[in-house]
């Protein structure tokens, strides 16, 4: 199929098991950008990028189809929520009233639970403007999902700009007051095949999340220099992987932005072999390194690739992982006639 640049074309994209309709949506942008997403999810299936050459290069990792999404996703170009990343013990406090929330990841609480965001079906409204194609996803989460207070009402806006940006608008409000960080959990690979390891990483952090053997915070907030986390020139991915800690050894971890608005460059990741470079920007606190530890090459994905360990990297701009239980950490509560909004931009180019 043919797509026409500054259009939006819908296709279905399957059934759930629970009978909900499942859409695909082809979002091209007037600068060679083609994008696809579903309102399962809100996940980004396809994100197409011209390399050196001007070749097409699909950059994120994903599935051809539904099913996959649904048999074995750890959390391919989805939304994430309530909470992205882990709430320790799946506990916290808020106002003298203790909450419980679902169990997914050992004894914690990862990624909003057994039926996060990332497994519901999203209301979609196509947006097309002079300098943008997009979608507006819309979704009520009740009060009690997962184990979460109040009755959060969640906007999440996708834009693909004429000038190579991937923004992300988050707005969401409460009836209770609860825990919200929300996210977009790209899998990146700007080579579009191998491993990531040769890709050259810049953050702009000066300290990273200390976490423990089930990333957990300790607390502490410790400096990168000299040490395996030390991202603040660039360096390939690659070069100290193998010092870090962890059981898969890699990158996952939470990163204190140095930053203090959107205008600053949080990040930026090139790719030798094609040339596409990546730059991050965000309002947000903390930047998680995700460099796709767990894979192990028992997934099959789009055009039949083995997602190997390292075959992606996740950069996710959000609040630092258990925040709720930590009062030295930036608040992550939103409350009764607060508005959570949040907005975080991904822009290509070339070396």
Same mark, same amino acid.
């Given at each position: 199929?043919?797509?026409?640049?500054?259009?939006?074309?819908?296709?279905?994209?399957?059934?759930?098991?629970?009978?909900?309709?499942?859409?695909?949506?082809?979002?091209?942008?007037?600068?060679?950008?083609?994008?696809?997403?579903?309102?399962?999810?809100?996940?980004i299936?396809?994100l197409?990028?011209?390399?050196?050459?001007?070749?097409?290069?699909?950059?994120?990792?994903?599935?051809?189809?539904?099913?996959?999404?649904?048999?074995?996703?750890?959390?391919?170009?989805?939304?994430i929520?309530?909470?992205?990343?882990?709430?320790?013990k799946?506990?916290?406090?808020?106002?003298?009233?203790?909450?419980?929330l679902?169990?997914?990841?050992?004894?914690?609480?990862?990624h909003?639970?057994?039926? /996060?965001?990332?497994?519901?079906?999203?209301?979609a409204?196509? =947006?097309? +403007? @002079? #300098?943008?194609?997009? %979608?507006?996803?819309?979704?009520?989460?009740?009060?009690?999902?997962e184990?979460?207070?109040?009755?959060?009402?969640?906007r999440?806006?996708?834009?693909?700009?004429?000038?190579?940006?991937?923004?992300?608008?988050?707005?969401?409000?409460?009836?209770?007051?609860?825990?919200?960080?929300?996210?977009?959990?790209?899998?990146?690979?700007?080579?579009?095949?191998?491993?990531?390891?040769?890709?050259?990483?810049m953050?702009?952090?000066?300290?990273?999340?200390?976490?423990?053997?089930?990333?957990?915070?300790?607390?502490?907030?410790?400096?990168?220099?000299?040490?395996?986390?030390?991202?603040?020139?660039?360096?390939?991915?690659?070069?100290?992987?193998?010092?870090?800690? /962890?059981?898969?050894?890699?990158?996952?971890h939470?990163?204190? =932005?140095? +930053? @203090? #608005?959107?205008?600053? %460059?949080?990040?930026?990741?090139?790719?030798?072999?094609?040339?596409?470079?990546?730059?991050?920007?965000?309002?947000?606190?903390?930047?998680?390194?995700?460099?796709?530890?767990?894979?192990?090459?028992?997934?099959?994905?789009?055009?039949?690739?083995?997602?190997?360990?390292?075959?992606?990297?996740?950069?996710?701009?959000?609040?630092?992982?258990?925040?709720?239980?930590?009062?030295?950490?930036?608040?992550?509560?939103?409350?009764?006639?607060?508005?959570?909004?949040?907005?975080?931009?991904?822009r290509?180019?070339?070396?």
């Amino acid at each position: 199929m043919t797509y026409q640049p500054g259009t939006i074309t819908k296709q279905s994209f399957g059934v759930l098991p629970n009978s909900k309709a499942a859409s695909l949506y082809t979002l091209v942008s007037r600068s060679g950008i083609t994008m696809k997403a579903t309102n399962y999810g809100g996940i980004i299936t396809s994100l197409v990028v011209p390399d050196k050459n001007s070749a097409p290069v699909d950059v994120v990792l994903g599935y051809d189809n539904l099913q996959g999404y649904i048999d074995a996703n750890p959390y391919f170009g989805a939304i994430i929520g309530r909470y992205s990343n882990r709430i320790a013990k799946g506990k916290f406090i808020n106002d003298k009233v203790a909450y419980t929330l679902a169990l997914n990841d050992g004894s914690n609480h990862l990624h909003g639970g057994i039926r /996060g965001f990332d497994k519901v079906v999203w209301e979609a409204e196509a =947006l097309i +403007t @002079e #300098s943008a194609v997009g %979608l507006k996803f819309h979704y009520l989460s009740i009060d009690g999902e997962e184990g979460y207070p109040g009755n959060l009402d969640v906007r999440i806006i996708y834009r693909l700009t004429d000038d190579n940006k991937l923004i992300i608008e988050y707005s969401a409000n409460t009836d209770k007051a609860t825990p919200v960080n929300l996210t977009q959990h790209s899998y990146f690979n700007l080579a579009g095949k191998g491993d990531i390891k040769d890709h050259r990483l810049m953050i702009k952090a000066t300290k990273y999340v200390v976490v423990d053997e089930t990333h957990i915070p300790t607390g502490e907030l410790r400096n990168v220099a000299g040490t395996a986390f030390d991202f603040t020139s660039p360096k390939p991915i690659g070069q100290d992987l193998l010092a870090t800690s /962890g059981n898969p050894v890699g990158y996952d971890h939470n990163y204190v =932005l140095d +930053t @203090e #608005s959107l205008e600053d %460059l949080v990040a930026a990741v090139s790719a030798p072999a094609t040339g596409i470079v990546m730059e991050v920007y965000t309002d947000q606190p903390g930047l998680q390194f995700y460099s796709g530890n767990f894979l192990d090459g028992a997934i099959t994905g789009k055009s039949g690739a083995d997602y190997h360990q390292y075959s992606g990297f996740c950069l996710e701009t959000q609040h630092f992982p258990d925040s709720p239980n930590q009062p030295d950490f930036p608040s992550s509560i939103l409350r009764p006639g607060e508005e959570y909004r949040t907005k975080s931009i991904y822009r290509f180019a070339i070396l």
